[in-house]
C-alpha cells in the first residue's frame, strides 16, 4: 500500500485550527506541509469515482517528510457531506482530531471573517435571518461562505463521521482548552497520536480578527434560541458541561 496521511485535522472553523497546525508543525515527529488547508476532500472538480491521491501527495514530498507521521489541517471536513466517505476510502486508518468552539461566538467569528473578505456585505443578523435562503444557492451542496447557523450543529457532523470512522480513532477538544491549557490538550492529541510529548511554543493568536461591535442582543437571542437544544445534546453526546457557551453570550 502507497503510503497515506496518518491524521487530520477536520474543524470546526473558526475553532482554533490555524494555532493548533502551527503548534502541531514544531513537533519532530509530525509532518504538516506549510499551506493549510489543501481542500483535498471536498474538492468536486476531482473525479472521485477513480480519485488519484498524486496530487495531494505532493504536498507531503519533502525530504524532511521521510519517517514522520503526516497530517494536514483543513477545517471544512467536518462539515462538507461528501468528504468523510472520500477520507474512509483513502484510509479506513486515519486519525481525526476534530476541535469545537461556542457555535454561538463562532458564528459571529465566521460572519467577521467574511465582512472582513468582502465576501457579505449584510450585517449579522440579516445575515442570520437570509441564511437558509442564500444558502439555496448551492444546492444540493453547502454553501462555504453562508453557512454560519448550518456549521455550528456539530452532533450532527459528529455523528456523520462516526458513521464512517470508530469513536476510537476520533479526538474532540475544546477551542476554549486549548487557549488556556495548551500543553495538557497538546499533550492528548500527541499520545493519541502516538507520538512524543514534546515541548510547543504556544500563546498564539494567529489569524485572530478584530471585531467592530460585540454582538449585538438582537443576534444573541436569536442565536441562543437555535443553538440551545443542540449544545445539550452535544453534552449528552461527549459528556460535556457546554452551560459556559450559554453564559458567555447572555
Known amino acids: 500500500m502507497a503510503r497515506r496521511v496518518d491524521f487530520l485535522v477536520c474543524g470546526t472553523q473558526k475553532g482554533g485550527t490555524t494555532a493548533l497546525h502551527n503548534y502541531l508543525?514544531?513537533?519532530?515527529e509530525l509532518y504538516l506541509p506549510k499551506q493549510k488547508e489543501l481542500h483535498y476532500f471536498d474538492d468536486e472538480s476531482l473525479d472521485w469515482r477513480k480519485p488519484n491521491y498524486?496530487?495531494?501527495?505532493?504536498?507531503?514530498?519533502?525530504?524532511?517528510?521521510?519517517?514522520k507521521?503526516?497530517?494536514?489541517?483543513?477545517?471544512?471536513?467536518?462539515y462538507w457531506?461528501?468528504?468523510?466517505?472520500?477520507?474512509?476510502?483513502?484510509?479506513?486508518?486515519?486519525?481525526?482530531?476534530?476541535?469545537?468552539?461556542?457555535?454561538?461566538?463562532?458564528?459571529?467569528?465566521?460572519?467577521?471573517?467574511?465582512?472582513?473578505?468582502?465576501?457579505?456585505?449584510?450585517?449579522?443578523?440579516k445575515a442570520l435571518e437570509t441564511e437558509q435562503t442564500r444558502s439555496r444557492n448551492s444546492l444540493p451542496l453547502q454553501h462555504r461562505v453562508y453557512s454560519y447557523i448550518d456549521r455550528g450543529f456539530y452532533s450532527q457532523q459528529l455523528r456523520h463521521i462516526l458513521r464512517f470512522f470508530p469513536k476510537e480513532q476520533l479526538l474532540v477538544l475544546r477551542q476554549e482548552e486549548l487557549i488556556v491549557k495548551a500543553k495538557q490538550i497538546l499533550a492528548n492529541i500527541f499520545e493519541f497520536l502516538e507520538v512524543e510529548n514534546q515541548e510547543i511554543k504556544t500563546g498564539d493568536d494567529i489569524h485572530t480578527l478584530k471585531y467592530d461591535e460585540p454582538i449585538a442582543t438582537e443576534a444573541k437571542k436569536l442565536l441562543l434560541n437555535t443553538f440551545r437544544a443542540e449544545i445539550k445534546q452535544l453534552e449528552f453526546m461527549l459528556n460535556w458541561d457546554c452551560s459556559a457557551w450559554l453564559e458567555e453570550v447572555q
Request: net charge positive; aromatic share 14%.
Open 25 to 28: 508543525g514544531q513537533h519532530k
Open 54 to 67: 498524486d496530487n495531494y501527495h505532493d504536498y507531503f514530498c519533502d525530504k524532511s517528510s521521510i519517517g
Open 69 to 78: 507521521t503526516w497530517g494536514e489541517v483543513t477545517p471544512i471536513y467536518m
Open 81 to 125: 457531506n461528501n468528504s468523510m466517505e472520500r477520507i474512509w476510502q483513502y484510509n479506513k486508518k486515519i486519525k481525526i482530531i476534530i476541535i469545537l468552539r461556542n457555535p454561538i461566538t463562532r458564528a459571529y467569528s465566521h460572519w467577521n471573517m467574511e465582512k472582513q473578505r468582502n465576501a457579505d456585505s449584510l450585517c449579522f443578523i
